[in-house]
């Protein structure tokens, strides 16, 4: 083999081993409000509490709504959220401090996708931060909640969340 078919071969072949650094940024779709939508009754339904979780709830910080999509005895996995309606809400007005703003018609939050099967439903949603090598920069990358519905409110909770500091 020549020397110089032999250094491409070696150094596409470094190339090619090598991690790749790159990453496309998660977005949201145009339209997340049209997400919340199922042709199915029940499925419909359940994306409905969902869309109320985040619009009035999350967006908003209309926690004196909670219970209109929450049980009483709401099950958070969260780990820096008790269990129960009044656990998540001490949670957001008390230790989070969130103050309410104006509930929109429409959704304000970036959202990928929004699924629902059975009585579960699941929004996946960018999420930024900084880079922690580089602080001048950021990256995105998906968060999750998932939501288990019961009689027409969220009973049960998961998400992407770690132990806050």
Known sequence: MKTSTLFFVT????LA??????QEPVVGVPDPDALFHHSDPKLNANKQVVYGI?????EANHWELADKYLTERYIQHNPN???GRAGVVKFFTEVMKVKPTP????????????TAEGDLVT???PREYKDPKDP??????TWFDMWRIKDGKADEHWDSAMKNP
Do not use: C, E
């Not at 150094?11 to 470094?14: D, L, N, Q």
């Not at 985040?54 to 999350?58: G, H, I, Q, W």
């Open 11 to 14: 150094v596409a072949t470094v």
């Open 17 to 22: 081993l090598m991690p790749t650094r790159a």
């Open 54 to 58: 985040f619009r009035d709830l999350l």
């Open 81 to 83: 959220a008790a269990s």
């Open 103 to 114: 509930i929109q018609q429409k959704l304000k939050s970036k959202i990928v996708s929004v």
């Open 123 to 125: 929004v996946a949603w």
């Open 136 to 141: 001048s920069k950021s990256y995105t990358t």
